[in-house]
């Protein structure tokens, strides 16, 4: 059964209020409770002295009511005390300097007296509580970023890092192309971090950003396989997780979730739907990609509860129906587990108007009956656990292409995240399940790969997408690929798209990064779409014209190609479209690969499958504030705004 799990602070509750609370919680039919991801001051408040005597009685009040806890490593939020008497524990910020205390997240994931320190918290919790029945997983931290931290120990790491990557300065000066502007290191400790936050990321040298940010994710992962390596050691058949979610510094996800067991994410979807058609708003990218960091089901660890507050203004009321639309929406894309954030809302604390699912008056309320409507819901789907997401369609994705185009922007607008979203949005549009795999994954069992902006050529990936489409597949790249080698610098001596030049059948004559500009293409069927932020101008070679540039200099010339490569087809589109141009060009494609559509869905309504052992699941969300209606077989299905309709079926796939 799909689990309900509730975010919960018994340190910022009076105890008496913990009883009725885990009753309340109880009754819904809660099956886990989060807990002490922030509580460290509380389990120690003086330097080796460890109170656990309130997390033991919160934990029992919890399984006597039937439900079990996740627990948190409380290691985002150090003590006080421990960054007063060792401010090297302190992470420094992109000025060079330590952070101003006072908020939260501020240590140092690589200090060794602050990994001393968490060390010894993790292991007196892990010595207590790892492989209790209580117990149902563990958390670690809360919201990793990729690490960076300017402080000396991090510096040192940087440097460290390199040298252990080319071994001597010559590799290394050759490999960063540092002959640019007199960038030549002569001496290992003249390799910085990043700094200077009032540069803009194109004014560094990319060579070197793109090895920093890949240090950076080394970190982010080697911290949290230093801490489940503690919990292991005392139970091995714990189930440890950590809560990720989309901030500025992305790690690179897969790297990070090797040593854990399960995959789980904070999923706050807009609460606050823009109007714009064109608009990529739905969460069901990022709950795609949490699912591929595994490639296997997974768990919200924050579900949307309440309006937002605190990191912003406070957010309008959640629309009826968003709480348990947004909920099934992560189901239907494989959350086995949703933990709500947070039973209630906070008096204190700058979360105080970042609304939970109770209210400060903590009287039953519109969101709370909500969820008793999706609990009960859920309780009528007893195995719909026991299914996943099978797809004939993957989306590669590569931590070193969104760090190679966030820190070298290409053109005005114009975004990896937003390139993936656009293919990943014509898919939900047409009801085919999608799964986002990282590069170099199997692509056994696929029909169709999308291959958005391979900026940073991985020759392997060239390889394997060759012998992909020879054996039968569709694959599809777009622009900006093939342009850059493994150390992030410009491919000399061959047309674009390199790598891929063969497979495509083009090359590229000349580019355009057109920003924001505007302008048309038009298909060999007729079909005119806008297009804007690049074009290439493409030289078909063995491939035919798709769709041609209608404007300016190059009206006429090939915007879009189709190659015919072995048994299969490679499709190059030179250009970013407007969001219909991925739903045409996806359609005609999934047509010939007989991959089973639905072709009537309403824009913003996202038909997803889960199907296995427990039977086959086919979830409609109308992912948007406005009624809908669309004909399915001889029947008419209606969609209040923002809800979800399940259809069951038998059998294995649909
Ligand atoms: C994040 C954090 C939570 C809380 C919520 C609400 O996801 O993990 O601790 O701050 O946001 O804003
Ligand atoms: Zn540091």
Known sequence: MIKIGIDYYPEHWDRAMWEEDAARMAELGVHTVRMAEFAWSRLEPEDGKFDFSWLDDAIEVMARHGMRVILGTPTNCAPLWLYHDHPDTVQWDRSGRPTDLGIRGHRCMLSPVFRRYAARIIEE???????????????????????????PTCTKGFQDFVRAKYGTLEHLNQAWGTVVWSGEYSSWDQIKPLLAPDCLPNWHNPAWMLDYERYGAACTADYVRFQCDIIRAFDPNAIITTNSCFCANLPDFHQEFQ????????????????????????????????RSFKQKNFWIMEQLGGPLGCWGPISPAMEPGMLEGYALQAVAHGADLLSFFRWRTACTGAEMFCYGILDHDNRPNRRLAELD????????????????????????????????????????????????????????????????????????????????????????????????????????????????????????????PTAFRALCGCCVSETDAIGPARQQLTTIHGGTYTISGWCDLLVPETAAVWARYADRFYAGTPAITRNQFGAGQAYYIGTIGEKALYRALLLEIFREQEISMVEVLPRNVELTTRSGPGGVYRFFFNNSTHGCAFPLGSETVTLRPLEVKILTGKGEWL
């Open 259 to 290: 040593a854990l067991d399960v995959a789980s994410y904070d999923n706050y979807p807009p609460i606050r739907l823009p109007e714009d058609p064109e608009a990529l708003t739905s969460n069901a990218f990022a709950l795609d990609f949490v």
């Open 373 to 496: 409507g999706l609990c009960r819901r859920l309780k009528q789907l007893p195995a719909l656990d026991n299914t996943t997401i099978r797809s004939q369609v993957a989306l590669l994705y590569s931590a070193d292409q969104e760090f190679g185009l966030k820190n070298q922007i290409q053109s005005e607008g114009f975004a990896y995240w937003t390139q993936l979203r656009l293919f990943h949005d014509a898919c939900m549009n047409l009801g085919v399940n999608l799964d986002i795999l990282p590069e170099g994954a199997s692509l056994d069992g696929y029909r169709v790969v999308l291959v958005p902006t391979h900026f940073i050529t991985n020759p392997a990936v060239a390889a394997q997408l060759e012998d992909f489409a020879r054996n039968g597949g569709t694959v599809v790249l777009t622009n900006r690929s093939g342009v850059k080698d493994q150390n992030g610098n410009c491919i000399l001596g061959q047309p674009l």
């Open 125 to 151: 919790m892990a010595r207590r509580y790892a492989g209790r029945p209580e117990i149902f997983a563990w958390q670690l931290d809360n919201e990793l970023e990729s690490n960076h931290c300017t402080c």
